[in-house]
């Protein structure tokens, strides 16, 4: 990842309270060629993700499918999740996606836009929204209506 990603996301993980802290697990997506079967490298990678996650754990799948939320109820998810489960996984797919057992093992499904997003920018994106919501969660002056 270029420096700029890792410097981004770090920004917003460091800002996180203990009790909603981030941490990164990266799993390497395959490599491509134009030879490359993409259906078979998509789920080759989505083996590599389930077997990092739990079975009590409470995955939110990042997909274009998935349901758009404004950052109040990005705030009110979170105040959920965090009353009900321990750990919530946030799943971002490859630059192909995400394999079908992934969105199958997704307790919710998330579309931050519809706009393309570059796949590393993803990561930081998601890191500032999970520290907007919980600053509007917890009355925080970061975010302003």
């Known amino acids: 990842m270029p420096a700029w ?4 996301y770090q920004e ?8 909603c802290s981030l941490e990164l697990v990266e799993i390497a997506t395959a490599k491509r060629t134009k030879q490359s079967n993409l259906a078979k490298a998509v789920e080759d990678e989505g083996k590599r993700i389930l077997a990092v996650i ?3 754990d409470y995955v939110v799948a990042l997909e274009v499918e998935g349901r758009q939320w404004s950052t109040q109820k ?5 105040s ?6 321990r750990h919530i996984v946030f799943i971002i797919g ?10 199958k093992r997704a307790n919710e499904k998330w579309c931050l836009s519809q ?9 930081v994106v998601l890191a500032e929204q999970l520290y907007r919501g919980w600053s509007l969660m917890n009355n925080h002056p970061y975010h302003r209506k």
């Open 5 to 8: 990603i890792m410097a981004g």
């Open 12 to 19: 917003y993980a460091k800002r996180m309270p203990r009790e």
């Open 94 to 103: 490859g630059p192909d996606g995400l394999s079908d057992s992934c969105l």
């Open 80 to 85: 959920g999740w965090q009353s009900v489960q």
């Open 115 to 123: 706009l393309t997003f570059p796949h590393p920018l993803v990561r």
């Open 74 to 78: 990005l705030a009110s998810k979170l």
């Open 54 to 56: 739990k079975e009590s």
